[in-house]
């Protein structure tokens, strides 16, 4: 059974940087999609960006596309989202997720296997 432990939340202004941390154990993220997700309160949850690991191909929802940055360190066994110049709607809780194969429809919240615990994220101006 695969778990994913998130670390790296917090409180941010919008001119510095925050990196969420995502940690797999149990299984390989080798081979799979991760991605990252978000969810403010009263809203529905969003995806914010995938990676295939297969193909290191990468996708972002527009609104952080130039800003945001997902990685992976298979060593590791971790992805990352790197938070540059965070504005304060994208104040959240945020998190990371994985399923088997290839990144189709990566927005797809339903389409992920396991999830980490959730990293609240608050941007301030």
């Known amino acids: 059974q695969a778990q994913l432990v998130q670390s790296g939340g917090g409180s941010v202004q919008t001119r510095g940087s925050l990196r969420l941390s995502c940690a797999a154990s149990g299984y390989t993220i080798s081979g799979n999609c991760m991605g990252w997700f978000r969810q403010a309160p009263g809203k529905e949850r969003e995806a914010v960006a995938a990676?295939?690991?297969?193909?290191?191909?990468?996708s972002y929802r527009d609104s952080v596309k130039g800003r945001f940055t997902i990685s992976q360190d298979n060593a590791k066994n971790t992805v990352y989202l790197q938070m540059n110049s965070p504005k304060p709607e994208d104040t959240a809780m945020y998190y990371c997720?994985?399923?088997?194969?290839?990144?189709?429809?990566?927005?797809?919240?339903?389409?992920?296997?396991?999830w980490g615990q959730g990293t609240q994220v608050t941007v301030s101006s």
């Open positions: 990676l295939s690991t297969r193909t290191s191909g990468t």
């Open positions: 997720a994985m399923r088997t194969g290839y990144c189709y429809t990566w927005s797809d919240s339903s389409s992920y296997d396991y």
